[in-house]
């Protein structure tokens, strides 16, 4: 039971976030769209605004969706194996994402402190990014509590997995085992 505690707590961090970084990855192809069509509030589309930091906040906060929601499909592995070998592919690819949507965090941030009119898929589009920054560092963290403890989830030092059974002597070199009683060959 205690094994449990870390996947008890990461799998709904992980579900709640796959959900946050897909309605960003729709925001942002959406604002993405109107931006590049030249839809913006000086033309025929008044609800979208932006200023200058709009169009890179818009790269970041979609690549960072896309990398979001593929770190989660590998997190998702890792939530059903539990193991240390799907550990690694699913802490590596969730600081990567963690680190651009810190970017994005980042451009969020200098798009508010520019002000002038933003829409409110934009508001909506930087309140999502603000919030999965901190929801995913807090992941990051929850993987990565098994080098501290194993009852958080396995951790890097275990070696119940990828050293293979432990033994005493020296293993037996391949085709010179004792065959198996009642099977014919």
């Known amino acids: 039971?205690?094994?449990a505690v870390g996947r008890n707590i990461?799998?709904?961090l992980l579900f709640l976030n796959l959900v946050?970084?897909?309605i960003v990855i729709g925001f942002a192809?959406?604002?993405l769209?109107?931006?590049?069509?030249g839809q913006t509030m000086l033309t025929n589309h008044p609800g979208f605004g932006g200023n200058g930091a709009t169009m890179f906040f818009?790269?970041?906060a979609?690549?960072?969706g896309v990398i979001g929601v593929v770190s989660k499909f590998?997190?998702?592995n890792h939530i059903r194996a539990w193991r240390n070998d799907s550990l690694a592919s699913a802490a590596s690819t969730s600081v990567v994402a963690w680190a651009v949507t810190a970017l994005a965090f980042g451009l969020a941030c200098k798009e508010i402190d520019l002000g002038g009119y933003r829409g409110w898929r934009l508001k909506v589009l930087e309140a999502f990014i603000i919030i999965l920054t901190f929801t995913q560092l807090l992941y990051v963290l929850l993987l990565h509590a098994g080098m501290f403890s194993s009852k958080y989830g396995p951790g890097y030092r275990d070696r119940d997995y990828a050293m293979g059974p432990t033994t005493v002597g020296e293993p037996e070199p391949k085709g010179s085992a004792t065959g198996v009683t009642g099977s014919r060959v």
Do not use: D, R
């Open 29 to 31: 192809s959406w604002c």
């Open 58 to 60: 818009l790269i970041f």
């Open 1 to 3: 039971m205690a094994q």
């Open 20 to 22: 946050m970084y897909l």
């Open 10 to 12: 990461a799998a709904p």
């Open 33 to 37: 769209n109107k931006l590049i069509n």
């Open 74 to 76: 590998l997190g998702g």
């Open 62 to 64: 979609l690549l960072a």
